[in-house]
């Protein structure tokens, strides 16, 4: 399984962004997926999570209500729809999968998750 997130790029604060996570080799509705960030210097941290038929999502207190995690199988891509970008939210925003979906903050766990992709970077200026 490959994993490639894009979509990444430079916005003002207060701006959007949608990601993109494509998958190639296998199909991803076998998969829930995970989306995840890393800053420089930080921990990596668990963004949102959405189950394999996308009926479930769970989202990091730092992003609910901004963040909107969906996806369709048909195109076997999993998207990231980033609204009211904050001066805190720069990162390597990367998607990774996992055949466990727990529907709370254990299921942003990256343990849990098999399958990594690379990832997108998403810069915000004030």
């Known amino acids: 399984v490959q994993l490639q997130a894009s979509g990444g790029g430079l916005v003002q604060a207060g701006g959007s962004l949608r990601l993109s996570c494509a998958a190639s080799?296998?199909?991803?509705?076998?998969?829930?997926i995970g989306w995840f960030r890393q800053a420089p210097g930080e921990e990596r941290e668990g963004v949102s999570l959405i189950s394999r038929s996308g009926d479930s999502t769970f989202y990091a207190d730092s992003v609910k209500g901004r963040f909107t995690i969906s996806r369709d199988n048909a195109k076997n891509t999993i998207y990231l729809q980033m609204n009211s970008l904050r001066p805190e939210d720069p990162a390597v925003y990367s998607c990774?999968?996992?055949?466990?979906?727990?529907?709370?903050?254990?299921?942003?766990?990256?343990?849990?998750?098999?399958?990594w992709g690379q990832g997108t970077l998403v810069t915000v200026s004030s």
């Open positions: 990774a999968a996992t055949l466990s979906f727990i529907g709370d903050s254990r299921g942003l766990i990256p343990s849990l998750y098999t399958q």
């Open positions: 080799g296998i199909s991803l509705h076998y998969y829930a």
